[in-house]
C-alpha cells in the first residue's frame, strides 16, 4: 500500500470483451493536490485510464491504490465510499436533460445522503444550500430553476464542475472537459479547475487535446500511446522529440 | 499494346456471353413462382371457402340490404306515432246503376277507389293525394256491417305526397258501400321541434313522454360506452403501474452489468423462501395486533396516528440524512432492530388503515345519494389493500433477508479464505439449485394434481442440485455470475410469451375467475398491457444516454439512486406517450373484449346482433367509431405535444 494521501497505479492493464488492450501495464503515481495532465491521441487510453480509478470501467489486472486503500479490491459498497470522494468532469457534460440544474449539482450529494429519502427527491437543507453556493461559485446561481438542457455548453460544464465540488471531492477526475467547447470557454473551465487545485488543494486528474493547456495548467503530464505509458514528467519537457514519440510522427504540433 | 487494350475493353464493355444465361434461369424462376403463387392462392380460396355462388344468390343480396338498410339507419331517438285514416267509399259487388262516390276536395288529402265499384275480390287501384311526403301505411278494407279493419297492403308515399297501389279487394259483398281506409302512420314532432305527447295505458293511468325521445338502445349504448373506456381507462392505469417497474429488468443496458459472486448468489437464492416464509408470518402477527384495534374506530384512527409517528422517529435515527462514517457493527444491529419493528409497526398501520376504509367507505355510501360510489371504491380499496398487503409483507421481507443475505455473502469474501470460499460454494450452489427446484416443483405439483411426494420434491431437488452443482463447477474460476442478463432473458421470454396472447383469448380465464363482466375484461386487458407496455418502455430504457448514468454512478451513487435520477427523467416523455397509445388500443381492445365475456360495449352489440336487431346494432356501432376515433384523436395530441 502507498502512503497516504498519493494515488499510486500499478501494472494497471485493461482488456475490453473484444480483446482490444485499451491499457498496457500503466504505472504511476500522483502525489495530493497535484495537477496531472493526461496527454494522448483520440483512443490513446485516457478515458479508460481516468475511468479505472474510479471502477466505472473494471481494470482487468493491475493495483490501483488512493488513501492507503486498494480501491481494485474495494467491494461495491466501500466502492460508493470511495467514489463519493471522487468528482468527475465529462467531455459531454453528461447532465441529465430534463432535470433542473439545481437536481444535476444535488447529485453530487448522492453518495452521502439517506438513500431512501433521496428517493423521493428529499434533500437535506444544508446540502440544498450547498448546492447554490456550489453554483454561485461558477457564476450560474440564477439558472438553478433551468432546465439542465437550456443551458449553453460552457454553462453545462460549469454545473458539471458544480456537481463534482458538491462531493467535497479530494480528488477530480476530468475526462477532456474542454474538447467540445471553444477556446474561450475553455479556458474558463480550466481556470475553474485550476482555482478547485490551489484553493481546496483537490488533486485533478485531467485528460487533455490540446498542449497549450498541458503547458499553462498542468503541474505534471503522462502520455499514453496505444495504451502505454509513454511519457512522464513536467510539461516543459515535451520537446519536439517527445511530441512525435507521444503522437506520432506524422503529427503538426498546432497549439 | 492497342490490342491488349481492345480486349480488355470488351471484356469491360460487353459481358453478352454471361447475359442470356441468366435471363433464362431468372425467367424460369419467375414462372416457377408465379405457379407456386398461384397454387397458394388456389388452396387460399379453398380453405375459406371463398363462395361466389353465395354472393350472387338473390336471398343473400335481398338480407344483405335489409342489414345494410337497418344498420344506416341507427335507432337513436324513439318516436310517438300518430294513425290518420283516410276514407272513400266504393260499392261490392256494383250495384244496379253503378256506384258513384262522394265528391273530393281536390286540396285536402283524400284517396279515390277505382274502378267505384267492384266483383267481390276484384282488383282496385287506390290513389292517394295530399299526403304526408314519404309517409308509410296500411290500407284496409272496412266492410260496411261490422268495425274489422281487414289489411290489404302496405304502401310508401312519394316525395309529392301521393301514392297509387293496386290490391285485390277481399271478399265481402253488401248492399251498403264499404269503405277503402288509408292509415298513415307518421311520427309525432321532429328533432328541431319535439312535442309533448300524453299517453294513456291500458290500466288507465297518464304520462306524458317527449316525441322524439332518447331511445333505450341509445341509452344503453351510453351506459356500456362509459363502461367500455373506464374499462380501458382501469386496464391501462394498472398496466402501466406494473409494467414501469418491470420494465427495467428487461433493459439490457440496466441489466448487463449485474453480476454478483456466486456465494452471494446462492444465499441470496435460499434467502428468497425464507424471506416469503417469514414475510408471511410478520403479516400474521400484525394482522393479529391490527384485529386486536379493528373493533373500535377511535382505536383505528389513534393507532393510524401514534405508530406513524413513532416510524417516523424511528426510521429518522436509523437513518440518519448525511452519513459521514461507516457505523460500528453494533450501531447496525440496533438500527437494523429498530428498523425491523419500525416495519412490523407499518404493517400493522396498513392493515388499520385497510380496515378503516372498509368502514368509511361503508359508512359513506348510503349518505352520498348519487355519489354513492365514491364510497364504495374506498371500501374496495380497502379490501383490496387488506388482501395484498401479505403479498407486499412477503415480498418487502424477501427482499430484506435476500439483501442480508447479500452481505454476509460479501462478509464471508472478505473474511474467509478464498480457498474455502472456492469450495464451499459448490455445495451451496447445489442446494440453492435444490430449494428453487422444489418450488417449482411444489407448483407445477398443485397445477397438474400430483401428490407424490417423490415427484414434487425428491426428483426436483435432485435435478435441481445437479444443475446448481454443474453451474457452480462451470463457474469455478469466474468470480462473478451475470445474474442481470439472466434476469432479462426470462423477463423477456415472459413479456413475448404473455405478449403473443390475445387479450380476447386470455379474459375467457378470466371470465372463470371473477365472472363475466368489465372486471374480467379490465384484469386481461391489463395482463396484456403489461407486457406490451414493459417490452416497450424496456426498449426505451435502453435508448436513454448512458452519460448521465455514468456521472450519477461516479457520484457514488446506489444503483436505486442511479435509475431514480438519471434514467427515470429520462424517460418520463416516451413513457407517457406510449401509456396514452396503450390506453387508444385499449379502447380499441374493450370495445369488442365482451364478445368473450369480457364487459364494456361489446357485450351489447353481440347480444343485438344475435337478436338481428340491427338498428341498436348500429347504434352500438356508431358509439365505437365515435369512441375510438376521438381516443385515437385526443392520444395523438397529446402525445405530439409530450414528446
Known sequence: MGPPGMLKVEHLTKIYEGGTLALDDVSFEVPDGQFLAVIGLSGSGKSTLLRCINRLIEPTEGRITWNAVDVTQASQEEMRRIRRRIGMVFQHFNLVHRSKVLTNVLQGSLGYVNPALSLINRFPKDQVRKAYQQLARVGLQEKAAQRADELSGGQQQRVGVARALMQDPEMILADEPVASLDPVLAHSIMQYLETINNEDEVTVLCSLHFLDLVHRYADRAIALNEGKLVFEGAPSEIDDAKFKEIYGQEAERVG | ????????????????????????????????????????????????????????????????????????????????????????????????????????????????????????????????????????????????????????????????????????????????????????????????????????????????????????????????????????????????????????????????????????????????????????????????????????????????????????????????????????????????????????????????????????????????????????????????????????????????????????????????????????????????????????????????????????????????????????????????????????????????????????????????????????????????TVAALAKLYSEQVESILPGPIEAVKASGATRIQTIVYAVIPQIVPPYISFTLYRWDINVRMSTIIGFAGGGGIGFLLQQNIRLLNYRAASVNMLAIAIVVASMDYLSSRIRERIV
Open chain 2, 1 to 528: 499494346m492497342a490490342n491488349g487494350n481492345d480486349t480488355s475493353q470488351q471484356s469491360r464493355l460487353d459481358p453478352t456471353p454471361l447475359e442470356p444465361k441468366r435471363g433464362f434461369k431468372r425467367t424460369i424462376f419467375f414462372i416457377l413462382a408465379m405457379v407456386f403463387g398461384v397454387i397458394v392462392y388456389a388452396y387460399g380460396f379453398d380453405v375459406t371457402r371463398v363462395n361466389l355462388d353465395e354472393i350472387k344468390s338473390e336471398t343473400r343480396q335481398t338480407q344483405l340490404v335489409r342489414v345494410l338498410r337497418a344498420l344506416a339507419r341507427p335507432d337513436l331517438l324513439t318516436y310517438e306515432r300518430v294513425s290518420t285514416p283516410t276514407n272513400a267509399a266504393f260499392a261490392m259487388p256494383c250495384p244496379a246503376g253503378g256506384f258513384t262516390a262522394d265528391e273530393v276536395d281536390d286540396d285536402a288529402r283524400h284517396i279515390t277507389v277505382e274502378p267505384a265499384c267492384v266483383e267481390p275480390g276484384g282488383k282496385i287501384t287506390v290513389r292517394g293525394h295530399n299526403f304526408s311526403a314519404n309517409a308509410r301505411g296500411t290500407l284496409v278494407q272496412v266492410p260496411p256491417a261490422d268495425d274489422l279493419e281487414l289489411r290489404l297492403a302496405e304502401f310508401q308515399v312519394d316525395g309529392n305526397g301521393d301514392f297509387e297501389i293496386t290490391v285485390n279487394s277481399r271478399e265481402r259483398d253488401s248492399d251498403q258501400p264499404q269503405t277503402i281506409r288509408a292509415i298513415t302512420r307518421e311520427n309525432i314532432g321532429s328533432i328541431f321541434n319535439p312535442v309533448e305527447v300524453v299517453l294513456t295505458d291500458d290500466s288507465g293511468s297518464v304520462s306524458t313522454v317527449s316525441s322524439p325521445r332518447i331511445s333505450k338502445s341509445t341509452t344503453d349504448t351510453w351506459d356500456r360506452i362509459i363502461e367500455t373506456v373506464f374499462l380501458a381507462f382501469l386496464a391501462t392505469t394498472l398496466g402501466t403501474v406494473i409494467a414501469v417497474p418491470l420494465s427495467f429488468m428487461a433493459a439490457r443496458n440496466l441489466m448487463r452489468d449485474i453480476s454478483v459472486p456466486m456465494t452471494k448468489l446462492a444465499l441470496q437464492l435460499l434467502a428468497l423462501p425464507v424471506g416469503v416464509g417469514v414475510g408471511i408470518l410478520a403479516a400474521g402477527w400484525a394482522r393479529t395486533i391490527s384485529e386486536q384495534l379493528t373493533d373500535s374506530t377511535f382505536l383505528v384512527i389513534l393507532g393510524l396516528v401514534v405508530i406513524p409517528f413513532l416510524m417516523i422517529l424511528a426510521f429518522r435515527w436509523a437513518l440518519p440524512p448525511v452519513e459521514e462514517e461507516p457505523p460500528t457493527p453494533a450501531e447496525r444491529s440496533l438500527r437494523a432492530a429498530v428498523m425491523t419493528i419500525a416495519s412490523v409497526g407499518g404493517i400493522v398501520v396498513l392493515f388499520l388503515l385497510a380496515s378503516l376504509m372498509v368502514t368509511v367507505g361503508d359508512w359513506l355510501a348510503p349518505r352520498l345519494a348519487a355519489f354513492e360510489f365514491i364510497g364504495s371504491f374506498v371500501a374496495s380499496l380497502g379490501d383490496i389493500l387488506n388482501a395484498i398487503i401479505t403479498l407486499l409483507t412477503a415480498l418487502a421481507t424477501a427482499g430484506v433477508l435476500m439483501n442480508l443475505a447479500g452481505k454476509l455473502g460479501m462478509w464471508m469474501k472478505g473474511h474467509l479464505p478464498a480457498g474455502f470460499i472456492k469450495v464451499f460454494r459448490i455445495p451451496l450452489a447445489a442446494v440453492a439449485g435444490a430449494v428453487l427446484a422444489v418450488l417449482i416443483g411444489i407448483g407445477i405439483g398443485s397445477l397438474y394434481q400430483i401428490t407424490d411426494p417423490m415427484k414434487i420434491y425428491w426428483v426436483p431437488a435432485a435435478v435441481g442440485g445437479t444443475i446448481g452443482l454443474a453451474l457452480a463447477i462451470r463457474a469455478y474460476q469466474k468470480e462473478q455470475v451475470g445474474i442481470g442478463l439472466s434476469i432479462y432473458y426470462i423477463a423477456r421470454t415472459i413479456f413475448n410469451a404473455i405478449r403473443s396472447i390475445e387479450p380476447l383469448v386470455m379474459v375467457i380465464v378470466f371470465v372463470v375467475w371473477v365472472g363475466i363482466g368489465p372486471f374480467a375484461g379490465s384484469l386481461a386487458l391489463a395482463l396484456h
